[in-house]
C-alpha cells in the first residue's frame, strides 16, 4: 500500500536542476566553464609552473603559433596556452573569493537590515550608499594602494567593493519573505531570531542570492583583470589574463593573438558565468515551475 | 473576580493601540476575557473588530513597531504575560528568552491561512519536528518520530513527512498546521480563523479534529472566527466582540436563546434560517466605525436600531444578567434579565 501511494518525490533542489537542464544556452555555459575549471586544475599535469609559466626564455620570445607552443609564445618567451590555462586560476580564485567575501559580510548586513528594519536598518544602508557612491574600482584600486599586491588582498579590495550590493538585494529580498505569515507562525511556535533569519528568511532568498552569486563572480573576474591591466593587481610574472593582455598590448599589430588569447579566456569565462547566472534565474523562478 | 487557579488565561482591562505616523488606532479597547482550564471560549466579531490583535497579545507578538499595549493584563496559567508597571503602564512580565519558550510550548496558535504559514521550503515533516525540538530536549529521530504521530494523528499518513507544502492541499495543509501547534501539547490553543480559508466539507472534518483533539488532551481553546456556526459546534463560552470591545458574553445558551444585545441579535439575523427559506435576511445596516475615530458614546450607536440620545456619548458599561451573562448596552441598565429587541 505504501509502496502505491509513494510519489516521486523531488527536492527543491532536484527540480532546480531539471529545470535549468533544459535550458540549452546555460547549460553551454556550464560545460565551457567546466573545461576551463578542469584545465586550470590539471594544468601541473601538462606544464611545469615556474618554468613554463613564469621563468623569461627570451631566445624563445614572440615564436608564431606552432605545434610546440599552440598560442605561440609571448614577449618573454613563454608559452601563450600554459599562461592562460595557469591565468584562470588566478582569475577564478579571486572571483570566488571576492564574492564569497562580500556575500558573507553583504548578505549577513543585508538579512539583519530587512529583518529588524528601523534605526539599525538606516545606519546600515546609509553606510552602504556611502560605500557605492564610489566607483567599485577606484575603491578597489585605492585599497590596492595600500596593501601588498596578493591574491588575498586583491579579493579583499574587489569584495569589499561589492558588499553593499549584496546587502541591497538580500535586505529587498528579506523585507518580501518577512512580511509572509509563516515567519508570524514560527515566531508563535518559539522560534528565535537568529533561526528565524537564517533558516526560515534568508533559505527562502536564495533564489536572488544564487544569480547574483554567479554574475558577481563574472564581473569580480573582469575587475581582476582591469586591476592587473593597469599594474595594480596581481604582479607578472605570476601569469593572468589582465596583465598578460597589458604586456601583449605593445605587439597588438604584429601578434594579435596575443591579446586574442587572453582576451577570449576573459570573455568565454565572464559571458558563461553571466550565462549560469541567467539560467539560474530561470530554474530558480517559480512562476516558471512546468 | 479575585484570584482564580482554575483559569488558563486571564485577560484584563486590555487595551491596544497601533500607533502609525498619522493616527493612532484603537484596536483593542479595554477588553476582559478568560479561560477556564479545559474549557474553550469563542471570540465572535467582524472584520477588523480586533480579534486577531487580541490573539496576537497573548502571545506578546505584536508588530514591534507599531502594536503597543497600553493598558491591562494578561495572565497565563498564573504566569503573567504583560502587567502593569508602577506608573500604571503594560510591560512585558518576561524577557524575550522566556517568552520564546511560551510560545509553542505553552501557547499554540493556529493562523487563519494554512497556505501562507507554512514555510514552502522545508518539508512538512521537518517543521513539525522542528517545533518540538525547540520546546523538547530530545534527539532529531525522537523529533521525527514525534512528527510521524502527530501527522497520523491529524489523519495525514506518516510516509508523507517528506512532501513539502505545496504538495498538500489546503484542508491538508490546515492539518498540518494544526499537528505542528498541537505537537508539544500546548495548554492553550489559540484557533485564528481556523477554517476561513477552507471550503465547506473540509472545515467541518478540520473542526470535528480540533474537537476530538482537544477532548482528548484536554486542551483549552480560543476560538477566532466570524461564523456563529462553528461557536455553537465548538465552544463552551462566547464573547461578541464589536470594535475592540466586549459587548455580549455569556455561555451557548444565553447567547444564542438569550441573546441581549441588540449587535447579536443583527449578526443572529445576518444567517440564513433553514426553517423559513422565504424570511429575507436582515444585515446589520452601516458600517464599522473607523477605529482610529471612535465614537464618544456607543460604538454601535449608529447602526443600532434601538439607538436613544444617551447611547451617543455616554459609553455603556458591563451589566451583569446572570452569573454568567453579561452585555454592555445601556438597554439593560436596570439589570433586568429580559430581551428588550
Given at each position: 500500500?505504501?509502496?502505491?501511494?509513494?510519489?516521486?518525490?523531488?527536492?527543491?533542489?532536484?527540480?532546480?536542476?531539471?529545470?535549468?537542464?533544459?535550458?540549452?544556452?546555460?547549460?553551454?555555459?556550464?560545460?565551457?566553464?567546466?573545461?576551463?575549471?578542469?584545465?586550470?586544475?590539471?594544468?601541473?599535469?601538462?606544464?611545469?609552473?615556474?618554468?613554463?609559466?613564469?621563468?623569461?626564455?627570451?631566445?624563445?620570445?614572440?615564436?608564431?603559433?606552432?605545434?610546440?607552443?599552440?598560442?605561440?609564445?609571448?614577449?618573454?618567451?613563454?608559452?601563450?596556452?600554459?599562461?592562460?590555462?595557469?591565468?584562470?586560476?588566478?582569475?577564478?580564485?579571486?572571483?570566488?573569493?571576492?564574492?564569497?567575501?562580500?556575500?558573507?559580510?553583504?548578505?549577513?548586513?543585508?538579512?539583519?537590515?530587512?529583518?529588524?528594519?528601523?534605526?539599525?536598518?538606516?545606519?546600515?544602508?546609509?553606510?552602504?550608499?556611502?560605500?557605492?557612491?564610489?566607483?567599485?574600482?577606484?575603491?578597489?584600486?585605492?585599497?590596492?594602494?595600500?596593501?601588498?599586491?596578493?591574491?588575498?588582498?586583491?579579493?579583499?579590495?574587489?569584495?569589499?567593493?561589492?558588499?553593499?550590493?549584496?546587502?541591497?538585494?538580500?535586505?529587498?529580498?528579506?523585507?518580501?519573505?518577512?512580511?509572509?505569515?509563516?515567519?508570524?507562525?514560527?515566531?508563535?511556535?518559539?522560534?528565535?531570531?537568529?533561526?528565524?533569519?537564517?533558516?526560515?528568511?534568508?533559505?527562502?532568498?536564495?533564489?536572488?542570492?544564487?544569480?547574483?552569486?554567479?554574475?558577481?563572480?563574472?564581473?569580480?573576474?573582469?575587475?581582476?583583470?582591469?586591476?592587473?591591466?593597469?599594474?595594480?593587481?596581481?604582479?607578472?610574472?605570476?601569469?593572468?589574463?589582465?596583465?598578460?593582455?597589458?604586456?601583449?598590448?605593445?605587439?597588438?599589430?604584429?601578434?594579435?593573438?596575443?591579446?586574442?588569447?587572453?582576451?577570449?579566456?576573459?570573455?568565454?569565462?565572464?559571458?558563461?558565468?553571466?550565462?549560469?547566472?541567467?539560467?539560474?534565474?530561470?530554474?530558480?523562478?517559480?512562476?516558471?515551475?512546468? | 473576580?479575585?484570584?482564580?487557579?482554575?483559569?488558563?488565561?486571564?485577560?484584563?482591562?486590555?487595551?491596544?493601540?497601533?500607533?502609525?505616523?498619522?493616527?493612532?488606532?484603537?484596536?483593542?479597547?479595554?477588553?476582559?476575557?478568560?479561560?477556564?482550564?479545559?474549557?474553550?471560549?469563542?471570540?465572535?466579531?467582524e472584520?477588523?473588530?480586533?480579534?486577531?490583535?487580541?490573539?496576537?497579545?497573548?502571545?506578546?507578538?505584536?508588530?514591534?513597531?507599531?502594536?503597543?499595549?497600553?493598558?491591562?493584563?494578561?495572565?497565563?496559567?498564573?504566569?503573567?504575560?504583560?502587567?502593569?508597571?508602577?506608573?500604571?503602564?503594560?510591560?512585558?512580565?518576561?524577557?524575550?528568552?522566556?517568552?520564546?519558550?511560551?510560545?509553542?510550548?505553552?501557547?499554540?496558535?493556529?493562523?487563519?491561512?494554512?497556505?501562507?504559514?507554512?514555510?514552502?521550503?522545508?518539508?512538512?515533516?521537518?517543521?513539525?519536528?522542528?517545533?518540538?525540538?525547540?520546546?523538547?530536549?530530545?534527539?532529531?529521530?525522537?523529533?521525527?518520530?514525534?512528527?510521524?504521530?502527530?501527522?497520523?494523528?491529524?489523519?495525514?499518513?506518516?510516509?508523507?513527512?517528506?512532501?513539502?507544502?505545496?504538495?498538500?492541499?489546503?484542508?491538508?495543509?490546515?492539518?498540518?498546521?494544526?499537528?505542528?501547534?498541537?505537537?508539544?501539547?500546548?495548554?492553550?490553543?489559540?484557533?485564528?480563523?481556523?477554517?476561513?480559508?477552507?471550503?465547506?466539507?473540509?472545515?467541518?472534518?478540520?473542526?470535528?479534529?480540533?474537537?476530538?483533539?482537544?477532548?482528548?488532551?484536554?486542551?483549552?481553546?480560543?476560538?477566532?472566527?466570524?461564523?456563529l456556526?462553528?461557536?455553537?459546534?465548538?465552544?463552551?463560552?462566547?464573547?461578541?466582540?464589536?470594535?475592540?470591545?466586549?459587548?455580549?458574553?455569556?455561555?451557548?445558551?444565553?447567547?444564542?436563546?438569550?441573546t441581549?444585545h441588540p449587535y447579536t441579535q443583527g449578526l443572529f439575523n445576518s444567517l440564513p434560517n433553514i426553517n423559513n427559506r422565504m424570511s429575507r435576511l436582515k444585515p446589520i445596516r452601516g458600517l464599522?466605525?473607523?477605529?482610529?475615530?471612535?465614537?464618544?458614546?456607543?460604538?454601535f450607536?449608529?447602526r443600532c436600531d434601538y439607538?436613544?440620545?444617551?447611547?451617543?456619548?455616554?459609553?455603556?458599561?458591563?451589566?451583569?444578567?446572570?452569573?454568567?451573562?453579561?452585555?454592555?448596552?445601556?438597554?439593560?441598565?436596570?439589570?433586568?434579565?429580559?430581551?428588550?429587541l
Amino acid at each position: 500500500m505504501q509502496e502505491h501511494i509513494k510519489k516521486k518525490k523531488e527536492s527543491q533542489a532536484r527540480q532546480i536542476w531539471r529545470r535549468f537542464k533544459k535550458n540549452k544556452i546555460a547549460m553551454a555555459a556550464l560545460v565551457v566553464l567546466a573545461i576551463i575549471v578542469l584545465a586550470a586544475l590539471t594544468a601541473d599535469l601538462f606544464w611545469d609552473y615556474q618554468a613554463d609559466a613564469c621563468d623569461i626564455n627570451i631566445p624563445m620570445r614572440l615564436q608564431k603559433p606552432s605545434k610546440e607552443h599552440w598560442l605561440g609564445t609571448d614577449e618573454m618567451g613563454r608559452d601563450m596556452l600554459c599562461r592562460i590555462v595557469y591565468g584562470a586560476r588566478a582569475s577564478l580564485t579571486v572571483g570566488i573569493f571576492a564574492t564569497t567575501f562580500a556575500l558573507i559580510i553583504g548578505g549577513a548586513l543585508g538579512a539583519v537590515c530587512g529583518y529588524y528594519g528601523g534605526r539599525l536598518d538606516n545606519i546600515i544602508m546609509r553606510c552602504t550608499d556611502v560605500l557605492l557612491s564610489i566607483p567599485g574600482l577606484l575603491l578597489a584600486i585605492a585599497i590596492m594602494s595600500a596593501f601588498k599586491p596578493n591574491i588575498f588582498y586583491i579579493s579583499l579590495a574587489l569584495g569589499i567593493s561589492y558588499i553593499s550590493k549584496f546587502t541591497r538585494i538580500v535586505r529587498s529580498a528579506v523585507l518580501t519573505v518577512r512580511e509572509q505569515e509563516f515567519i508570524e507562525a514560527a515566531r508563535a511556535i518559539g522560534a528565535k531570531d537568529r533561526t528565524i533569519i537564517f533558516k526560515h528568511v534568508l533559505m527562502n532568498c536564495m533564489a536572488p542570492i544564487f544569480v547574483q552569486y554567479a554574475l558577481a563572480i563574472g564581473s569580480r573576474i573582469l575587475s581582476v583583470s582591469t586591476l592587473s591591466y593597469i599594474g595594480m593587481g596581481i604582479q607578472s610574472p605570476t601569469p593572468d589574463w589582465g596583465n598578460m593582455l597589458s604586456g601583449a598590448r605593445a605587439f597588438i599589430v604584429g601578434r594579435p593573438y596575443l591579446v586574442l588569447g587572453p582576451g577570449i579566456a576573459l570573455l568565454l569565462t565572464i559571458s558563461a558565468f553571466n550565462l549560469i547566472g541567467d539560467g539560474l534565474r530561470d530554474a530558480m523562478d517559480p512562476r516558471l515551475k512546468k | 473576580m479575585g484570584i482564580n487557579t482554575n483559569l488558563m488565561l486571564e485577560i484584563k482591562d486590555l487595551v491596544v493601540e497601533y500607533r502609525t505616523e498619522d493616527e493612532i488606532v484603537q484596536a483593542v479597547n479595554d477588553i476582559t476575557l478568560w479561560i477556564e482550564k479545559g474549557k474553550s471560549l469563542g471570540l465572535v466579531g467582524e472584520t477588523g473588530a480586533g480579534k486577531t490583535t487580541t490573539a496576537l497579545s497573548i502571545l506578546n507578538l505584536l508588530p514591534e513597531t507599531t502594536g503597543f499595549i497600553k493598558h491591562g493584563t494578561i495572565t497565563l496559567d498564573g504566569d503573567p504575560i504583560i502587567r502593569m508597571d508602577e506608573k500604571g503602564n503594560s510591560v512585558a512580565a518576561m524577557d524575550d528568552s522566556d517568552m520564546q519558550k511560551v510560545r509553542g510550548k505553552k501557547v499554540a496558535m493556529i493562523f487563519q491561512d494554512p497556505m501562507t504559514a507554512l514555510n514552502p521550503i522545508f518539508t512538512v515533516g521537518y517543521q513539525i519536528a522542528e517545533s518540538v525540538k525547540l520546546h523538547q530536549k530530545c534527539s532529531s529521530q525522537e523529533a521525527e518520530k514525534r512528527a510521524e504521530e502527530m501527522l497520523e494523528l491529524v489523519g495525514i499518513p506518516a510516509g508523507r513527512k517528506d512532501d513539502y507544502p505545496h504538495q498538500f492541499s489546503g484542508g491538508m495543509k490546515q492539518r498540518v498546521v494544526i499537528a505542528m501547534a498541537l505537537a508539544c501539547n500546548p495548554s492553550l490553543l489559540i484557533a485564528d480563523e481556523p477554517t476561513t480559508a477552507l471550503d465547506v466539507t473540509v472545515q467541518a472534518q478540520v473542526l470535528e479534529m480540533i474537537k476530538d483533539l482537544r477532548e482528548k488532551f484536554g486542551t483549552s481553546v480560543l476560538m477566532i472566527t466570524h461564523d456563529l456556526g462553528i461557536i455553537a459546534e465548538m465552544c463552551d463560552e462566547v464573547s461578541v466582540m464589536y470594535a475592540g470591545s466586549i459587548v455580549e458574553h455569556g455561555n451557548l445558551e444565553d447567547i444564542f436563546d438569550k441573546t441581549r444585545h441588540p449587535y447579536t441579535q443583527g449578526l443572529f439575523n445576518s444567517l440564513p434560517n433553514i426553517n423559513n427559506r422565504m424570511s429575507r435576511l436582515k444585515p446589520i445596516r452601516g458600517l464599522t466605525p473607523d477605529p482610529a475615530n471612535l465614537p464618544m458614546g456607543c460604538a454601535f450607536a449608529d447602526r443600532c436600531d434601538y439607538v436613544t440620545e444617551r447611547c451617543r456619548f455616554e459609553k455603556p458599561v458591563k451589566k451583569w444578567l446572570s452569573d454568567s451573562h453579561f452585555v454592555a448596552c445601556h438597554l439593560y441598565e436596570d439589570g433586568k434579565d429580559e430581551s428588550k429587541l
